[in-house]
């Protein structure tokens, strides 16, 4: 089992960044995949980013795409998501999820394990 903590959200303005980190504690990060998902208030949760084990394999999602980075530690038990060119559509609570399955995937129900949430907040 896992435990995830998150962590580094606020308010940024638009076209700022922001790095967020989630910190695994428990047995073996380096066996689970990582994402990083997001819920945006009235709206489903959403998949943003996973990695890999090992860290050599990413996803993304399009909307994403070229400003989000996701990286992780497996030394330091911790996965990130660096943000850059922040847009106001981007405000949402971002959430750190855990995967036993090796293979890459957007849904929730492919992870089991989930942090509590960080607020992120982007301003016109």
């Known amino acids: 089992q896992v435990q995830l903590v998150e962590s580094g959200g606020g308010v940024v303005q638009a076209g700022g960044s922001l790095r967020l980190s989630c910190a695994a504690s428990?047995?073996?990060?380096?066996?689970?995949?990582m994402a990083w998902f997001r819920q945006a208030l009235g709206k489903e949760r959403e998949f943003v980013a996973t990695?890999?084990?090992?860290?050599?394999?990413?996803a993304s999602a399009d909307s994403v795409k070229g400003r989000f980075t996701i990286s992780r530690d497996n030394a330091k038990n911790t996965v990130y998501l660096q943000m850059n060119n922040l847009k106001p559509e981007d405000t949402a609570v971002y959430y750190c999820a855990a995967s036993i399955q090796a293979l890459p995937g957007s849904r929730e129900y492919e992870y089991d394990y989930w942090g509590q949430g960080t607020q992120v907040t982007v301003s016109s």
């Open positions: 428990g047995r073996s990060f380096s066996m689970y995949r």
């Open positions: 990695i890999s084990r090992s860290g050599g394999r990413t």
